[in-house]
């Protein structure tokens, strides 16, 4: 299994992941590709970057780093859409992901936000990769501060 920065959304096949994504009932995949597409969202701002996860050819999980679209605060990232193929879970691709977002947020950033809903597979996650759980915090249930993280 490889990491690759996406320098180009269009060179990759996501339909599994679509497909994948939208039989659990999320959309956030589908809207990823809309919005890159479109030019919503291509991941290109200053410290951003999307990166998918592949075993041969094959897509198998996605995960991006965005300016936290929430706040007007251009030191703050947010994990984005972070999704592996049912098939693939519990093989350490999602971690894979998401230290790889992680290292590359402590380049452009001082804190890393996210939001997960009911999903304690996700949480688990973050929590293992150094998130805190937070509540009643505007749209962000973790955030990791990543002045705080040992980098060793």
Not at 20 to 29: N, P, Q
Not at 35 to 61: H, P, R
């Amino acid at each position: 299994m490889q990491i690759e920065k996406v320098t180009s959304l269009e060179q990759y096949d996501l339909d599994m992941l679509i497909d994948d994504s939208l039989s659990e009932g999320y959309k956030f995949i589908e809207r990823l590709v809309n919005e890159y597409k479109t030019g919503s969202n291509k991941f290109d701002k200053k410290g951003e970057s999307l990166y998918v996860a592949k075993i041969g050819s094959e897509v198998i999980g996605i995960g991006g780093l965005n300016i936290d679209p929430y706040l007007s605060l251009p030191d703050v990232g947010r994990v984005r859409h972070l999704y592996v193929l049912r098939k693939n879970r519990g093989t350490g691709v999602g971690k894979k992901l998401l230290i790889t977002i992680t290292d590359e947020a402590r380049k452009h950033f001082r804190t890393l936000r996210l939001s997960t809903t009911n999903n304690p597979v996700a949480d688990n996650l973050y929590i293992k990769c150094g998130f805190s759980k937070v509540e009643g915090v505007h749209k962000a249930s973790h955030i990791l501060e990543l002045s705080k993280v040992d980098n060793n």
